[in-house]
T-cell receptor, first 110, second 116 residues
Framework: DQQVKQNSPSLSVQEGRISILNCDYT??????FLWYKKYPAEGPTFLIS?????DKNEDGRFTVFLNKSAKHLSLHIVPSQPGDSAVYFC?????????FGKGTRLHILP | GAVVSQHPSWVICKSGTSVKIECRSL??????MFWYRQFPKQSLMLMAT?????????EQGVEKDKFLINHASLTLSTLTVTSAHPEDSSFYIC????????????FGQGTRLTVV
């Protein structure tokens, strides 16, 4: 049973536009939600997180929105840049257990 | 999709003993494996990167003599916590990738280590 789902395996966005990556979860007991970014041949690196008591967290070009009633979160990247092309993993945290989604590959088009 | 199996899922050991955690790629050849450690309510911390057949590259602040990583085959990497202490208690998770899979990375289920 997948508790964290990223239903879009890939996404293509024009440079300069907004990239929106989506993630759904099933367990309402998660404390934190995190986004990781992964470049080829590198390990995933932490990008941004949000506590379950908040609905928005912003860090530069990256904003994460949390909709608890819908059990949905999204990562917005504005404006999208070529260096943003990577695989993005959504993860949910409860106590000391972390569960990852399968990832969404983002392509930023010139 | 590709599967990464991590074993054991949880382990309890006494202080001073060593514990080995295995990370296996079940249906693909993992040219690179990553080991992470997660502290409560914090993000994952990358400990080391290992490529098959070569020595692991450790992140700054990670003791390579304490956290021994072996990646002897394309399907298996092991993390051995030597002379474990209570402060080593944590959640350890591996991630595996392959040049054939481009940017795909697959995570193991994680191992909860408790040192008493």
């Amino acid at each position: 049973d997948q508790q964290v789902k990223q239903n879009s395996p890939s996404l293509s966005v024009q440079e300069g536009r907004i990239s929106i990556l989506n993630c759904d979860y099933t367990n309402s007991m998660f404390d934190y939600f995190l986004w990781y970014k992964k470049y080829p041949a590198e390990g995933p690196t932490f990008l941004i997180s949000i506590s379950s008591i908040k609905d928005k967290n912003e860090d530069g070009r990256f904003t994460v929105f949390l909709n608890k009633s819908a059990k949905h979160l999204s990562l917005h990247i504005v404006p999208s840049q070529p260096g943003d092309s990577a695989v993005y993993f959504c993860a949910a945290l409860r106590d000391d257990k972390i569960i990852f989604g399968k990832g969404t590959r983002l392509h930023i088009l010139p | 999709g590709a599967v990464v199996s991590q074993h054991p899922s949880w382990v309890i050991c006494k202080s001073g003993t060593s514990v080995k955690i295995e990370c296996r790629s079940l249906d693909f050849q993992a040219t690179t494996m990553f080991w992470y450690r997660q502290f409560p309510k914090q993000s994952l911390m990358l400990m080391a990167t290992s490529n098959e057949g070569s020595k692991a590259t450790y992140e700054q602040g990670v003791e390579k003599d304490k956290f021994l990583i072996n990646h002897a085959s394309l399907t298996l990497s092991t993390l051995t916590v030597t002379s474990a202490h209570p402060e080593d208690s944590s959640f350890y998770i591996c991630s595996a990738t392959s040049t054939a899979l481009n940017t795909e990375a697959f995570f193991g289920q994680g191992t909860r280590l408790t040192v008493v």
